[in-house]
């Protein structure tokens, strides 16, 4: 039997779902049986040259991570999207924008700024910034050019399979991998290794129709760990993310951040979840209303925070 | 004849049909002039009105949103508009961080008798939306996205 060629790559993310993988522990040494790893840069030692070097669908699977930030990461992901014959978005960042996406709320003129400019421990009198292409006198020099906007992968490159998550829990890793030694494939496009019903689903938290009066943060409070997160006036994301991580988050009495997106048939999380929270709001006259408005101090970095890329505004107007 | 090139805001009406869409049609038989940008859609109530509809019309072309529904009260469902109440001010404090103008997306109160309220709201969304321009949400993302 011939093994399953697979590679697995990193954009612009933390490196957490390189993690989810090790997370596997001895199983990837069983894994190594069945399938052959053909490249993995995080791991093992690969150049882009060794991919460029392939014939094209030489890869069985490609496990993308990572959102597409920078002209690289766009290069890569049209590079593995020629070489493999199926390529998986794989964590929020791919199939979402992820973290990375918040960027999306500033220009790139504006983070360029804060980094090399405006933190605190930078110096920078000559107002240096990065440039794409550098002429030293010994030729020139050239780096991936910095993107306005953060994109998904399905935004730049066609996608066969998305398995959400941030990272994507390790029992739900090793059943995805195992589909694909399977051979047993769903359809193109479907979501793998996540249910189709809402977090709260999963939630051990007991659930009642309480409204609440006043939005709390995490720090502000000590919750009842037993009882639901919104009910105790806590942003959680349950109501509008798919559920398939176990509800990992609430059992360590955190929110739900909403890493595993928008449940099918939903064009927006944010929207729905923003629809959710408004409805425990237990106001009915304006003054009321505003007041737990006020309480939610970053609409869009709550409810987008792993999304905003895939979401239907995609970013701010700057 | 001069043609006129001056920007015609296209605004998309979530109406709830018990009040605001009846007004609207008062609005008609009373032949009330208003202009022509608003596109209503009648809604069975302001209540049912999705952000993920408002959201989807900004970004696919709309200049403007207007939600209107019965006043608070006179609700066909006893509350629905005041659960579009309490999303809509949510909305609208994210709409302000997207970098949406205030008077892009209004939610009004018309009675079914209010025929000329309905009209005068129609007139004040145009013009402002006027001022401000088109949106143009779509491309003015392509052009920043690079």
């Not at chain 1, 408005?293 to 869009?300: A, E, F, L, S």
């Not at chain 2, 989807?56 to 579009?84: E, R």
């Amino acid at each position: 039997m011939t093994k399953a060629k697979v590679a697995f790559n990193w954009a612009s993310s933390c490196g957490g779902c390189e993690i989810a993988i090790l997370e596997l522990g001895t199983k990837l040494l069983d894994l190594k049986e069945k399938i052959d790893i053909v490249y993995w840069p995080a791991a093992l030692d690969y150049k882009y040259s060794d991919l460029e070097a392939m014939p094209d669908k030489n890869i069985d699977v490609t496990f993308f991570n990572g959102a597409i930030q920078n002209s690289e990461n766009e290069h890569v992901a049209k590079l593995l999207r020629a070489k493999s014959k199926l390529l998986v978005a794989f964590g929020s960042c791919a199939c979402g924008g992820g973290i990375p996406a918040l960027a999306n709320t500033k220009s790139r003129e504006l983070i360029f700024k804060s980094s090399y400019k405006e933190t605190p421990t930078t110096e920078n009198p000559e107002n240096t910034y990065p440039q794409s292409k550098f002429e030293a006198p010994e030729g020139t020099l050239t780096i991936p050019e910095f993107y306005n906007t953060v994109k998904t992968l399905e935004q730049t490159v066609d996608v066969d399979y998305f398995v959400p998550g941030c990272p994507p829990v390790g029992p739900q890793v090793g059943k995805v991998i195992e589909t694909f030694v399977s051979g047993k494939l769903p359809p193109k496009g479907a979501i793998l290794g996540a249910s189709d019903k809402s977090l709260c689903h999963e939630c051990k938290r007991e659930k009642t129709d309480r409204k609440v009066a006043k939005l709390v943060r995490t720090y502000e409070t000590i919750q009842d760990p037993k009882k639901c997160l919104l009910e105790q006036g806590i942003i959680c994301m349950g109501p509008a993310t798919r559920g398939g991580c176990e509800a990992v988050c609430l059992d360590a009495n955190m929110p739900c951040r909403g890493c595993y997106g928008p449940l099918p048939n939903v064009l927006d999380q944010g929207a729905k979840m923003l629809s959710a929270l408004s409805s425990v709001f237990d106001a009915e006259t304006e003054e009321d209303i505003q007041k737990l408005v006020d309480g939610v101090v970053d609409p869009i970095g709550t409810f987008y925070r792993f999304g905003l890329a895939q979401s239907l505004m995609r970013r701010t107007k700057q | 004849m001069e043609l006129s090139t001056r920007f015609e805001p296209k605004i998309v009406g979530f109406l709830c049909k018990w009040c605001a869409y009846t007004g609207a049609d008062l609005a008609g038989t009373s032949r009330i002039k208003y202009p022509p940008n608003i596109n209503p859609i009648r809604v069975n109530c302001s209540g049912r009105v999705d952000p993920t509809l408002i959201l989807k019309a900004l970004a696919s072309g709309a200049d403007g949103v207007l939600i209107a529904g019965c006043h608070p009260g006179d609700c066909h469902y006893t509350n629905g508009n005041v659960k579009t109440m309490r999303r809509f001010k949510l909305l609208q404090k994210m709409l302000d961080q997207f970098g949406i103008e205030k008077d892009r997306v209004r939610l009004e109160w018309v009675s079914a008798s209010e025929g000329e309220r309905y009209a005068r709201i129609v007139d004040s969304m145009t013009e402002n939306i006027r001022t401000l321009g088109p949106l143009n949400w779509k491309s003015k993302i392509e052009v920043v996205a690079q």
